[in-house]
C-alpha cells in the first residue's frame, strides 16, 4: 500500500510520522486505487461536492485498517471517507452547536467551567474525523499557530487564577513540532495555579508513530499530565497503537478515551463493551462517551439518545466499573457537558428509596431516621470536618449547587426571560411623598413604609397611611419614630419591633414599629431558626480583627460609569430584589441623590460592592446592599467595604450608621455581630427578597462617642 501512495518509498518510511503526514489522503483518486474500485461517475461528483465543503486528509496508517472486502460498512472507512450525506444539513444542525466562539474570551481559549479552560492550540489534524464537531473549521487554515498568538491565550490563563486545568486542544496538539509543544508545556507547568496539563489528541488512534520515545520524554517532564485520546471503535486498537498508549502508560501517564457515539460505526452495545475492553487492556480509561453533536454536516451520523442508554444500561454492572463511560450531551449553545444515565432510583418515600439493579432485582434501601447534616454557615474554623481551607478552592457557588447549599439566600434560578419576573420587576415598591413626609408602598413588600416624618404631620400620615392601606389591601405598615412621636403611634396599634438609642443626631433614640393589619402577618413560621441565627451572631460578637485589603484589589467610591459593572454584580447575587438594583438607570439616579456606593475591584473586575444611604437631616446612615460576587467570597471584602464605609460616615459627621439583614440567614447576622454591631430587634415579615417576604434584623453601631 505504501508503494501505491508514494512510488520512491523507502524501507521503514511507515513507521516514521513525518512520512504519513507528508502523504495523508486527499483525493478521491488515490482512495479509489487503494480499495481497488471505481466510483460511478454520479457519486464521484457528489463526493466532490463534499470535499469542497468538507475537505479529506487520511493518514496512510488508518487508511491501512479499512477492511476493503467490505469498505462501505467499514467503521474505519465511515469516519475518514467522505459521504455525501454530509451535505444533507438539517433545520437543527448548527456551525458552532457548542457556541465554542461565542465563549471565547482569548484567542484559541473556550472558557466555559469555572476552573479549566479548552485552549485549541493547533489548527492541524493528521485525520479529518468525518464526524468532527469542529467541521467548520477543519482544513481552514492547515498550518500552526504562531506563538504570538499561543502567548495570547497563555496571557489570559496566567491573568485568570481559577483556571486550575489546561485542556489543549485543537486540531490536535501532539501535531506541533516537539519544541513548540516542549514550550507550551514549559509556559503552562510555570504558572503558580495550573495544577494539571490535559492534551486532547486523536494520534494514537490515526497517527500512533507520533508517540516517539522523544515525545514521550518531554511530555513526562511537565508531570501531572493526562491525555485522552479518541478511539470509537475496537479495530482501531491495534499493535501499533498498543505499542504508543503502553508507552504513554509507562510515562506515568494517565490516559482516558472519548468515544463518540455514531450511526454505523459503534451504535452497539457489543461494539461498545468490546471497544472498552480493549482500552482497559491498554491502561485506558473510557473516559466520555458522547452524544453526537447536531453540528451541519453531521446528521447521518446521529443515533437516538435512546441508543446511548441502552448502552450504558448493557455496561453498568455488566463490566467493571472502570470501563464504563458517562455518556453525556454537550448541551446545545454552551450549556456544556449533561450526563444521562439509565434511571436505577424508581421510587422512594421519606423513609426509603427504591432501586433497580442491572438485573431487574428491586430494593428498598432505609435512609437513617436521625441523621443530621453539618449545618453550613460556611465557617470551617468552626465545623468538625476540619477542613483547612488553605489552598482548597472556593470557586463560585453556581447552579443547582447554590440552590442546595443552606449558607446562600437563592432559593430559585431564574432564565434571563421570563415574563412573570418582569411583570414583577415593574411591580418594585413607589417611593411617594405624603404631605411633606415620604413613604414607599407597593405589592412588592405589601405594606407601607413611613421612611421620612415630618413630625407636625404625625397624626395624617397615620389615618393617610390606614387608608391607603385599605385601599390596596397592604398588610403591615411599618415606621421609624422618634421618642415623642412615638405614644401617638401606639394609640393606633404601631409596637416597637427595633430600637436605636443613637438613631437621631448620635443621641436621640429612634423606634421601628409595626402595625400588622392582617395579623397572621406577624406569624414567623421560622422562629427557632431565627432564634439560632442570633445565637450564633452573639456568640460571635465583636471578635473579628481588622482585615486588610488583599494585593492586587483596590477600594473606592463608584462613579456614574461603574453602574452597568454594579447592576451586573447585584444582579449575579441577588435573584430578586426590592429595588430596581439591576438596572445601570437606577442605579445613577440614586447615586445623584443620596446613596454613596462602594466597590472593591480585583484588577479591572468588579468584586463586591456595598452602599451608604445617608439621611443627615437625622444623622444617620444605612448601609446596605452588600454583594460579593461568589468567586470573591471569603476573603472578607464585605467587612473592609463596611469599615471604609463607617470611617467615611463618621468623618462626615453621621452619629449612628445601621443596616438590616435577612433574620433567617447566618452569614450577614454573624458579619454585623463580628464587626462590633448590636442588635436592635427584629422586623417580622417585612421585606420581599427573592420572592418570599422576609424577617430582617436590625443592627446598628453608634459613631460619636458620647459627651457629657
Ligand atoms: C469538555 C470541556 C472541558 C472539560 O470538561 P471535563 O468534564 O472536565 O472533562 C472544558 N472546557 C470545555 C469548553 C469543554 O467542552
Same mark, same amino acid.
Given at each position: ?5 508514494s ?7 511507515w513507521?516514521?510520522?513525518k ?5 495523508? *489522503? ?5 482512495v ?33 485498517l ?10 474505519v472507512?465511515?469516519?475518514s471517507v ?9 433545520c437543527?444542525?448548527k ?8 465563549d ?5 481559549i ?44 497563555l496571557? #489570559? ?5 481559577r ?5 489543549l ?23 503558580p ?5 490535559r ?22 517532564? #511537565? =508531570? ?6 479518541h478511539f ?5 486498537i491495534?499493535?501499533t497503537?498498543?505499542?504508543? &498508549? ?7 501517564i494517565?490516559?482516558g ?16 463493551? +468490546? ?13 466520555? &462517551? ?5 453540528a451541519q454536516?453531521?446528521? =447521518?451520523?446521529?443515533?437516538?439518545i435512546?441508543?446511548?442508554i ?33 434511571? !436505577?432510583?424508581?421510587s ?18 432505609y435512609?437513617?431516621?436521625? !441523621? ?39 432559593? !430559585? ?10 411583570r414583577r420587576k415593574?411591580? #418594585?415598591?413607589?417611593i ?15 405594606r407601607?413604609y413611613l ?6 404631620e +404625625? ?30 403611634f ?7 419591633e427595633?430600637?436605636?438609642?443613637c ?8 423606634? @421601628? ?7 397572621d402577618r406577624k ?6 431558626l ?6 450564633v451572631? =452573639?456568640?460571635?460578637?465583636g ?21 452597568? /459593572?454594579?447592576?451586573?454584580? @447585584?444582579?449575579?447575587?441577588f ?5 430596581p ?5 437606577y ?7 443620596? *446613596? ?5 475591584? =480585583?484588577g479591572?473586575r ?6 451608604a ?13 452588600? /454583594?460579593?460576587?461568589?468567586?470573591y ?12 464605609m ?5 468623618q462626615?459627621?453621621?452619629g449612628?450608621?445601621y443596616?438590616?439583614?435577612v433574620a ?7 458579619? @454585623?455581630?463580628?464587626?462590633? #454591631?448590636?442588635? +436592635?430587634?427584629?422586623l417580622?415579615?417585612?421585606?420581599q ?10 443592627w ?9
Open positions: 500500500m505504501a508503494h501505491k501512495i512510488s520512491d518509498y523507502h524501507e521503514d518510511e513507521n516514521n510520522w512520512w504519513h503526514i507528508s502523504h495523508t *489522503i486527499r483525493d478521491l483518486t488515490t479509489e486505487k487503494l480499495l481497488g474500485v471505481k466510483f460511478s461517475a454520479e457519486k464521484r461528483r457528489s463526493l466532490e461536492d463534499t470535499i469542497l465543503k468538507f475537505p479529506m486528509s487520511i493518514t496512510p496508517y488508518y487508511f491501512s479499512i477492511d476493503r472486502k467490505n469498505f462501505e460498512n467499514d467503521p472507512f465511515i469516519q467522505p459521504s455525501a450525506a454530509e451535505l444533507n444539513f438539517s437543527y444542525d456551525e458552532d452547536p457548542l457556541a465554542e466562539d461565542v471565547s474570551p482569548a484567542p484559541g473556550t472558557h466555559r467551567y469555572p476552573d479549566r479552560v479548552l485552549f485549541h492550540v493547533s489548527n492541524r489534524c493528521a485525520m479529518y474525523c468525518r464526524h468532527c464537531t469542529r467541521k467548520r473549521k477543519v482544513g481552514d487554515i492547515d498550518k500552526n499557530l504562531s506563538r504570538d498568538e499561543l502567548k495570547k491565550g496571557e #489570559y490563563i496566567k491573568n485568570t487564577p483556571v486550575r486545568d489546561v485542556l486542544s485543537g486540531g490536535d496538539p501532539l501535531l506541533l513540532p516537539d519544541s513548540i509543544l516542549e514550550w507550551l508545556l514549559s509556559e503552562l507547568k510555570a504558572i495555579h495550573v495544577q494539571v496539563i492534551i486532547g489528541t486523536r494520534v494514537p488512534v490515526v497517527l500512533p508513530q507520533r508517540i516517539t520515545p522523544h515525545l514521550v520524554k518531554i511530555i513526562r517532564k #511537565y =508531570h501531572p499530565v493526562w491525555i485522552n485520546t470509537n471503535h475496537p479495530r482501531e491495534t499493535s497503537s498498543s505499542r504508543a &498508549l503502553g508507552m504513554l502508560a509507562d510515562a506515568g494517565p490516559l478515551n472519548q468515544t463518540v457515539l455514531l450511526a454505523k460505526v459503534n451504535d452497539c452495545p457489543r461494539v461498545m463493551k +468490546a471497544l472498552v475492553h480493549k482500552l482497559v487492556e491498554n491502561r485506558v480509561r473510557p473516559y466520555y &462517551l458522547y452524544q453526537c453533536d447536531p454536516g453531521l446528521s =447521518h451520523f446521529r443515533t437516538s435512546g441508543k446511548g441502552e448502552i450504558i444500561e448493557n455496561l453498568i454492572g455488566h463490566t467493571s466499573g472502570f470501563a464504563v463511560p458517562t455518556y453525556v450531551i454537550d448541551a446545545p449553545n454552551g450549556g456544556g457537558k449533561i450526563p444521562i444515565m439509565p434511571n !436505577y432510583l424508581i422512594q418515600s421519606s423513609s426509603k428509596v427504591i432501586l433497580r439493579n442491572y438485573e431487574g432485582i428491586i430494593t428498598a434501601y435512609q437513617p431516621e436521625d !441523621y443530621h447534616p453539618p449545618k453550613c454557615g460556611q465557617d470551617c474554623s468552626a465545623c468538625n470536618l476540619d477542613l483547612d481551607l488553605n489552598g482548597a478552592a472556593e470557586g463560585a457557588l453556581v447552579g443547582i449547587a447554590r440552590l442546595l447549599s443552606n449558607y446562600e439566600d437563592t432559593d !430559585y434560578l431564574v432564565p434571563t426571560e421570563c415574563d412573570r419576573m418582569d415593574s411591580g #418594585y415598591d413607589q411617594t411623598t405624603m404631605g411633606t413626609s415620604l413613604i414607599q408602598h407597593g405589592k412588592n413588600s405589601d407601607i421612611m421620612r416624618l415630618a413630625a407636625e +404625625a397624626a395624617t400620615l397615620i389615618t393617610g397611611m390606614q387608608t391607603l392601606a385599605t385601599e390596596n389591601g397592604y398588610t403591615k405598615l411599618f415606621a421609624k419614630v422618634p421618642d415623642d412621636i412615638k405614644p401617638l401606639e394609640a393606633d396599634g404601631f409596637e416597637t427595633a430600637v436605636i438609642p438613631f437621631y443626631g448620635g443621641s436621640k433614640a429612634g423606634y @421601628f414599629m409595626g402595625k400588622f393589619i392582617d395579623k406569624i414567623e413560621e421560622n422562629g427557632e431565627l432564634e439560632d441565627v442570633l445565637k451572631a =452573639h456568640s460571635k460578637a471578635k473579628v480583627p481588622a482585615v486588610k485589603l488583599p494585593n492586587g484589589y483596590t477600594l473606592r467610591k463608584c462613579t456614574a460609569e461603574d453602574t452597568s /459593572a454594579m447592576a451586573e454584580v @447585584f444582579s449575579t447575587v435573584a430578586s430584589y426590592p429595588f438594583i439591576f438596572e445601570p438607570d442605579i445613577s439616579r440614586t447615586m445623584a441623590e443620596s *446613596i454613596t456606593y462602594y466597590g472593591i475591584w =480585583h479591572d468588579l468584586a463586591a460592592l456595598s452602599s444611604e445617608q439621611y443627615p437631616l437625622e444623622g444617620h446612615v444605612e448601609l446596605t446592599d452588600f /454583594a460579593t460576587l461568589p468567586a467570597r471569603r476573603r472578607k471584602l464585605a467587612g473592609i467595604l463596611l469599615r471604609t463607617e470611617d467615611e460616615m463618621k462626615k459627621g453621621f449612628v450608621s443596616t438590616s439583614a433567617e440567614s447566618y452569614g450577614m447576622n454573624i458579619s @454585623f455581630a463580628r464587626q462590633g #454591631y448590636k442588635f +436592635a430587634g427584629r417580622k415579615n417585612n421585606t427578597i427573592n420572592g418570599s417576604i422576609k424577617s430582617m434584623n436590625v446598628y453601631k453608634c459613631l460619636k462617642k458620647k459627651t457629657k
